[in-house]
């Protein structure tokens, strides 16, 4: 492994490079680069048929990454055909060819120099097998103008011809070979560079060649190359921007090349040379760009003896391209510091060899290699496959300067990761909602055909950042919100007004409906009102309306809410010093309860109930001295013996609430009940809210299964033996339907329970859950809770939980436009009907993910809308509707679809559908769903929309690339791929966490983010940049931090200096260093208060206070950190990411065969 390996010394994941500011600044991208067009990316994200596409800005290096969500990758499995910027093993000194180019003269800004190894760890290209490669040191500088050591490599490679020396040289060479679509010296396009262009749709006409003289403009058939891998090869790069493929592919094996004579005795899979060493072509003919070489495919599985495939989880965007390459390739600009630029296509930073770093990976098998003697077998590197980290930091670069504006109807929004502003003008916020698909297909069969799903995620009250206007409230008075006579849709941006405004023609429906006459208003000359900017629900694309009094329950308007808190006070919760924590912190707390903005003091209402076998209710009316305690043993029959008195207001009955915090921890101070109930807890406050006429939140705080005799007890069923069998799925279901009547009833009377769980054993939470879950509610878990070293953690998550904005007795409906209607719904809620998503409570944190299904055909012209309403209580007591609307593009060509697809959201979409699964089916079952439906959507892409190629490549869509990845770490996620020490409530706890979890919050939770703590530069704010999730990656001298939304892990290498550990641990050796500490301790020196900033920064980003774990290398918690470096193999039987890349290209090739 290579943790012995030097830190790396490039910038990739080295020190913060410019241009990646923190991830909280407001352009994570730092500020526009200079030169990039104003509206870099069309409304669809692709280049579309005549329109061309403006020239990449300076500093946009095409071959850099994946910058856009539109190039082709190709990796091709063995054959040789390699990116310009590949730099592989080698083992010879350079042959012939000119001497590298000087510094920067011939590189075009797209491209890497040959031999810009970002790091020093790991080599780009796939090592050749077997051969150890010799690697410059690690600490030797490489700068991104300068030419690369010539490395030598193994002869084999030599299939075209020698290669020109300087990149120029070599984009000219290649542009002899029919490859020809470079820039001068730019690299070659990912998956352009050898081979028939694959995946691209047709893109009209030629491009024109604004870069060079060398470019071949496509025709029309021939889109730009996808990006292909190749098992065990570089890929090609993608080529400019602009470009429609993405199309990655790996070729699996190079069929039908006969191994070049290698001089090294090594079979067909060495690398090409790097700067200069002669390729002897092999073949007849020039390959056509994007193609791999390729001979027919063998029936080899792609993972003989490769490891099994990671677990990463880097999601490929489904999809063209979409990363921002439009248009013609890039001027060749000086690379851009800071931008680390790219070896091999666009995938994997570039690393140069590195010491102590063997050459190949045992491996994969030899495909496809035909006469001649048997390669030994290689792996594809892990540098020359997409990388998350790339793509992530390309976005950032892109898009993270300008704001995204929302007035184009389907623009594909910047990812997750990208710090970006939104300007509401028309369409809802992507903080609000976002798509799988901002293009979908126009019929059914084509959607079947594709198999990505429809879907959106939708987080309706979503926090928006300071800088961003909350959505405007409306309010019509007596009459209410105008609506459809028909569909009921509400009022938005694109109803049409006819008969000089008279009329309105609803655009779901087409029903033509009067306009009232208070709401009249006169046309201008485009048919738009006159008080259009006036009016935000006929120019924004979210805003709210005050509901009157015929959207309440029982015709009248609601109460305030209120919210009760239920303490456990059994002999665990007291002993542990769990009530009185609880006591001293509501006393400060309830000073904070959530408010409407103008209000000087919250309308909440509280209440107190303590809890063991039996219930103790509490009078704490203000007229009274002293608190009074009624007590319920009668569970069975559960009712709330005072009305007066027990629901108060804060500041009134201040004096009698803190008397009675004070004594809780006295009077149960000496109890010896170990036994608790749970059921009757949650009916004692829902029966004081039917009391009150009011909805309200119980924060119920519990520590054991509740085996007293009671409704709702539970016995332990825990089982390890059930897991892989048919049986498993029972350990996700409630022990009994006891509670889906009570959640059905809490829910009714808008009663949201939120669950803080401190368990010492198994609790049951996939039964104590189920009304949490329906009810909207939040559960938290605190396993083996210590004072300690959990306080922390616990009391920032109940601050964050009672102080949230949240909204009471919700019910959601989607509508949508003709053609599509919404026909599943994953999140914590409640569904009495098929259409409305009812919720007691609905926070700011909780997303609801709808699936949409054709019931018709839809046009190109008028495309797809959709629109959310929400209707809720506010914690003020006010009924009202928040109202998001968005439009989307329909497309009759496949292309198009995968041109516009988000992989974040897909796989926030996919791992829902497979959490929901798991309930209902063997775990084995989902998983090979799972795979299967990737495989056919990147089959589909393949077959539909890339250029002919040979089977041995694996071609995936621009926006797709990090599908396999992501993909991966799903599958090897808790709650499908288990491994001993995960417990069945942890599953439990999981699967309902993700499952309403928004697109940012899965996406770091599935591949988490990991940095550098050592390369942070203490004087800016911002982030060291992000590496990948993978053993090898870590260097022995370095710290590193590494988050996933639940918790922080700090990793700490045997070698790091003695300096760096005395000023952040406060001890002056490794070994003194506590893997105890639940916080780092706060020292005065420039490193720590760099450290503890980056923590705070990263606490703040999370809906959930994560939990710090410090581990030292080679200690026993070092397990459980590499269980999330997800694109290595894990100690569970997930593969690695490599692994996994080569298993899902034979799936696809079976699929295609």
Same mark, same amino acid.
């Given at each position: 492994m290579s943790v012995n390996q030097q830190a790396h010394t490039g910038p990739p994941y080295g020190q913060p490079q410019p241009g990646y500011q923190g991830y909280q600044q407001p352009a994570y991208g730092g500020q526009p680069l200079p030169g990039v067009p104003q509206s870099q990316y069309g409304a669809y994200n692709g280049p579309m048929p005549g329109y061309q596409q403006p020239v990449p800005p300076q500093g946009y290096f095409p071959s850099l990454g994946f910058p856009s969500k539109g190039s082709p990758v190709s990796l091709n499995s063995d054959t040789s055909s390699l990116a310009p910027n590949f730099i592989g093993s080698l083992r010879a000194p350079p042959t012939s060819g000119a001497p590298p180019p000087a510094s920067g003269a011939s590189l075009s800004s797209g491209h890497l120099a040959y031999s810009q190894f970002g790091h020093g760890d790991v080599q780009n290209g796939i090592p050749a097998s077997a051969v150890p490669m010799q690697r410059p040191p690690a600490s030797q500088p490489f700068l991104p103008g300068s030419a690369p050591t010539p490395v030598s490599q193994t002869a084999t490679f030599q299939q075209y011809g020698p290669p020109p020396a300087s990149v120029q040289q070599l984009s000219n060479h290649m542009a002899g070979m029919t490859i020809g679509s470079t820039t001068a010296s730019a690299p070659s396009p990912v998956g352009l560079g050898y081979g028939p262009p694959t995946s691209v749709p047709p893109v009209s006409g030629s491009f024109s060649a604004t870069g060079s003289g060398l470019y071949t403009p496509y025709t029309a058939s021939q889109g730009p190359s996808p990006t292909s891998v190749s098992q065990g090869l570089p890929l090609a790069q993608p080529l400019f921007p602009g470009q429609l493929m993405s199309t990655q592919r790996l070729p699996t094996q190079v069929p039908g090349f006969a191994p070049p004579p290698s001089s090294a005795g090594i079979g067909p899979s060495s690398y090409p040379p790097s700067t200069g060493a002669p390729r002897p072509p092999t073949m007849p003919g020039p390959p056509l760009p994007g193609q791999t070489v390729a001979g027919p495919p063998t029936s080899q599985p792609n993972h003989v003896s490769s490891p099994p495939p990671p677990s990463t989880m880097s999601g490929l965007h489904p999809g063209p391209p979409m990363s921002g390459l439009h248009g013609p390739p890039p001027p060749t600009h000086p690379p851009q510091p800071g931008y680390q630029m790219q070896q091999n296509g666009s995938f994997g930073q570039v690393r140069g060899p590195q010491p102590n770093y063997g050459g190949a990976y045992p491996g994969t098998p030899n495909y496809g290699s035909q006469p001649g003697p048997p390669p030994p077998p290689k792996r594809l590197d892990p540098d020359s496959i997409p990388s998350p980290i790339q793509v992530i930091e390309d976005d950032r670069s892109n898009r993270g300067s300008e704001p995204f504006v929302t007035g184009v109807r389907g623009q594909v929004p910047p990812l997750v990761t990208t710090n970006f502003l939104v300007k509401d003008q028309g369409n809802a916020s992507p903080r609000y909602i976002r798509c799988t698909s901002y293009n979908i297909p126009c019929t059914s069969d084509m959607a079947k055909q594709s198999q990505v799903p429809l879907a959106a995620v939708i987080k309706p009250l979503a926090t928006l950042p300071p800088e961003e206007t909350l959505p405007y409230l409306v309010d019509h008075g007596e009459s209410g919100p105008v609506r459809c006579n028909r569909c009921k849709a509400y009022m938005c941006p694109f109803m049409q007004f006819i008969e000089g405004g008279r009329r309105f023609q609803c655009c779901f429906c087409s029903c033509v409906t009067e306009v009232p006459p208070h709401y009249f208003q006169h046309l201008d000359h485009t048919g738009k009102r006159v008080d259009f900017y006036d009016r935000p629900e006929l120019s924004l694309g979210s805003y709210e309306f005050l509901a009157t009094v015929d959207y309440c329950k029982n015709n009248k308007f609601p109460s305030p809410p209120a919210f009760i808190f239920m303490i456990d006070v059994s002999y665990n919760a007291v002993k542990s010093g769990l009530v009185r924590l609880i006591c001293e912190e509501?006393?400060?707390?309830?000073?904070?309860?959530?408010?409407?903005?103008?209000?000087?003091?919250?309308?909440?209402?509280?209440?107190?109930?303590?809890?063991?076998?039996?219930?103790?209710?509490?009078?704490?009316?203000?007229?009274?001295?002293?608190?009074?305690?009624? !007590?319920?043993?009668?569970?069975?029959?559960?009712?709330?013996?005072?009305?007066?008195?027990?629901?108060?207001?804060?500041?009134?009955?201040?004096?009698?609430?803190?008397?009675?915090?004070?004594?809780?921890?006295?009077?149960?101070?000496?109890?010896?009940?170990?036994?608790?109930?749970?059921?009757?807890?949650?009916?004692?406050?829902?029966?004081?809210?039917?009391?009150?006429?009011?909805?309200?939140?119980?924060?119920?705080?519990?520590?054991?299964?509740?085996?007293?005799?009671?409704?709702?007890?539970?016995?332990?069923?825990?089982?390890?033996?059930?897991?892989?069998?048919?049986?498993?799925?029972?350990?996700?279901?409630?022990?009994?339907?006891?509670?889906?009547?009570?959640?059905?009833?809490?829910?009714?009377?808008?009663?949201?329970?939120?669950?803080?769980?401190?368990?010492?054993?198994?609790?049951?939470?996939?039964?104590?859950? !189920?009304?949490?879950?329906?009810?909207?509610?939040?559960?938290?878990?605190?396993?083996?809770?210590?004072?300690?070293?959990?306080?922390?953690?616990?009391?920032?998550?109940?601050?964050?939980?009672?102080?949230?904005?949240?909204?009471?007795?919700?019910?959601?409906?989607?509508?949508?436009?003709?053609?599509?209607?919404?026909?599943?719904?994953?999140?914590?809620?409640?569904?009495?009907?098929?259409?409305?998503?009812?919720?007691?409570?609905?926070?700011?944190?909780?997303?609801?993910?709808?699936?949409?299904?054709?019931?018709?055909?839809?046009?190109?012209?008028?495309?797809?809308?959709?629109?959310?309403?929400?209707?809720?209580?506010?914690?003020?007591?006010?009924?009202?509707?928040?109202?998001?609307?968005l439009s989307l593009n329909c497309c009759t060509q496949l292309a198009d679809l995968y041109r516009n697809c988000e992989t974040d959201t897909l796989i926030n979409y996919l791992a829902k559908y497979a959490y929901r699964g798991v309930l209902n089916s063997p775990v084995k079952t989902v998983r090979d769903a799972l795979i299967n439906q990737c495989a056919q959507i990147l089959a589909c892409y393949r077959k539909n929309c890339a250029s002919p190629s040979s089977a041995g490549q694996l071609i995936l869509p621009e926006c797709m690339k990090l599908l396999p990845v992501y993909l991966n770490c799903v599958l090897k996620s808790d709650v499908l791929q288990p491994g001993p020490e995960v417990t069945t409530d942890d599953r439990a706890y999981i699967r309902q966490l993700v499952t309403s979890m928004d697109v940012a919050e899965t996406n770091v939770f599935f591949y988490p983010r990991l940095l550098p703590l050592t390369k942070a530069d203490v004087d800016s704010d911002s982030l060291p940049a992000a590496i990948r999730n993978s053993e090898e990656r870590l260097s022995k001298g370095d710290i590193y931090l590494l988050e996933n939304g639940l918790n922080i892990f700090v990793w700490v290498g045997v070698n790091v200096q003695q300096g760096l550990i005395q000023n952040l641990f406060g001890v002056s050796s490794f070994s003194q260093i506590s893997s105890d500490l639940s916080t780092l301790p706060v020292l005065e020196n420039p490193f720590s208060k760099k450290v503890r900033s980056i923590v705070d920064m990263l606490q703040v980003q999370r809906s959930r206070y994560m939990k710090l774990i410090i581990v030292k290398q080679e200690d026993k918690l070092e397990m459980l950190f590499k269980h999330f470096l997800v694109e290595d193999k894990s100690l569970s039987g997930g593969a690695s990411y490599v692994d996994f890349l080569c298993h899902m290209h034979k799936e696809i090739r079976q699929l295609l065969s």
């Open positions: 509501l006393k400060s707390l309830l000073d904070y309860l959530p408010r409407e903005g103008n209000m000087e003091e919250s309308a909440i209402r509280v209440g107190f109930v303590t809890y063991n076998k039996v219930l103790h209710f509490y009078n704490v009316k203000s007229s009274l001295a002293q608190p009074q305690m009624m !007590v319920v043993s009668d569970v069975a029959d559960m009712f709330v013996p005072l009305l007066d008195g027990f629901l108060v207001n804060v500041n009134e009955s201040r004096t009698v609430i803190a008397s009675l915090l004070d004594q809780i921890p006295e009077m149960f101070a000496d109890t010896r009940e170990t036994e608790t109930v749970f059921a009757p807890v949650i009916q004692a406050g829902l029966e004081a809210l039917k009391a009150a006429e009011c909805s309200g939140k119980l924060f119920i705080f519990h520590t054991s299964l509740p085996i007293a005799e009671a409704p709702g007890k539970l016995k332990n069923r825990d089982d390890k033996k059930l897991i892989n069998t048919d049986k498993e799925k029972t350990l996700f279901q409630p022990q009994t339907s006891f509670y889906n009547n009570l959640a059905k009833d809490c829910v009714a009377q808008g009663c949201c329970v939120d669950l803080f769980l401190f368990p010492n054993q198994y609790l049951d939470v996939a039964t104590l859950g !189920v009304v949490t879950y329906q009810t909207g509610g939040s559960i938290y878990k605190y396993a083996y809770f210590q004072l300690e070293t959990d306080q922390d953690r616990f009391l920032n998550d109940l601050r964050r939980d009672v102080q949230k904005e949240v909204g009471f007795d919700a019910v959601m409906r989607v509508r949508t436009s003709t053609g599509i209607r919404a026909t599943d719904f994953f999140g914590a809620f409640y569904m009495s009907n098929t259409t409305d998503v009812e919720m007691a409570g609905l926070d700011c944190d909780k997303t609801i993910t709808v699936e949409f299904k054709h019931d018709d055909k839809l046009s190109e012209d008028s495309g797809a809308l959709l629109q959310c309403a929400l209707l809720y209580t506010s914690c003020a007591g006010q009924r009202r509707l928040r109202i998001h609307n």
